[in-house]
């Protein structure tokens, strides 16, 4: 199934920028749409935040970050990056990265279940 590790993650001000990493091996990364997760101790399920399709050139975004949040991928470099920009302290959570094998250049995916690697996490806390 592969590997990913996140990383970038740290404690921000509200309005500071952020831009979390993510590294694969050991799959074929141009195959996989991948995609950005959180969770918070509050909530059961991880949060849609992020999709990119295989090709990087479709992106879906939730509409709590829309604006705010990039995503992008280098497929050279096997990473997929979340530019986090305009920060608030509700976006303090862990941060999980996930990758899907995907059968479309285009297609991007926003259901936990869609998705079949996930990262460990890494965590993002912004105070006000």
């Known amino acids: 199934q592969g590997q990913l590790v996140e990383s970038g993650g740290g404690l921000v001000q509200a309005g500071d920028s952020l831009r979390l990493s993510c590294a694969a091996s050991g799959l074929a990364f141009l195959s996989y749409a991948m995609g950005w997760f959180r969770q918070t101790p509050r909530r059961l399920e991880r949060e849609f935040v992020a999709?990119?399709?295989?090709?990087?050139?479709?992106?879906y975004y939730a509409d709590s970050v829309k604006g705010r949040f990039t995503i992008s991928r280098d497929n050279d470099k096997k990473t997929v990056f979340l530019q986090m920009n305009s920060l608030k302290p509700e976006d303090t959570a862990v941060y999980y990265c996930?990758?899907?094998?995907?059968?479309?250049?285009?297609?991007?995916?926003?259901?936990?279940?869609?998705?079949?690697?996930w990262g460990q996490g890494t965590q993002v806390s912004v105070s006000s």
């Open positions: 996930a990758a899907t094998h995907s059968g479309s250049e285009s297609a991007y995916y926003f259901r936990n279940f869609d998705y079949s690697a």
């Open positions: 999709a990119i399709s295989r090709s990087g050139h479709t992106q």
